[in-house]
Nanobody
């Protein structure tokens, strides 16, 4: 069992920035690929970004490429999602996920999820 604590959401104006964090006390955290998914209001959950356990593979959804950056600090058991140039359509609950696999451009969430952090971008 991996418990994830995702945080850093908030209310920001369009064009602004936020940094989300996904942290855990689990020592096995460094063995997992970590991803971010989001669920906009009234829509299904969608993939945002993922970083492999060894940081050799990083994937982004087309909608966030060039604006979002995922990174991890394994010494701190933390993964970050730096978000710039935020748009109203980025408004969603963002969830951290451990165990994500990206194949052929399709992301499959792993078994462990954070509780989510709300990001609201005003126009």
């Amino acid at each position: 069992q991996v418990q994830l604590d995702d945080s850093g959401g908030g209310l920001v104006q369009a064009g602004g920035s936020l940094r989300l964090s996904c942290a855990t006390s689990e020592r096995t955290f460094n063995d997992y690929n970590i991803g971010w998914f989001r669920q906009p209001p009234g829509k299904e959950r969608e993939f945002v970004a993922a970083v492999s356990w060894n940081e050799l593979n990083i994937d982004y959804a087309d909608s966030v490429k060039g604006r979002f950056t995922i990174s991890r600090d394994n010494a701190k058991n933390t993964v970050y999602l730096q978000m710039h140039s935020l748009k109203p359509e980025d408004t969603a609950v963002y969830y951290c996920n451990a165990g994500v696999i990206v194949r052929g451009g399709v992301a499959h969430g792993g078994n462990y999820w954070g509780r989510g952090t709300q990001v609201t971008v005003s126009s």
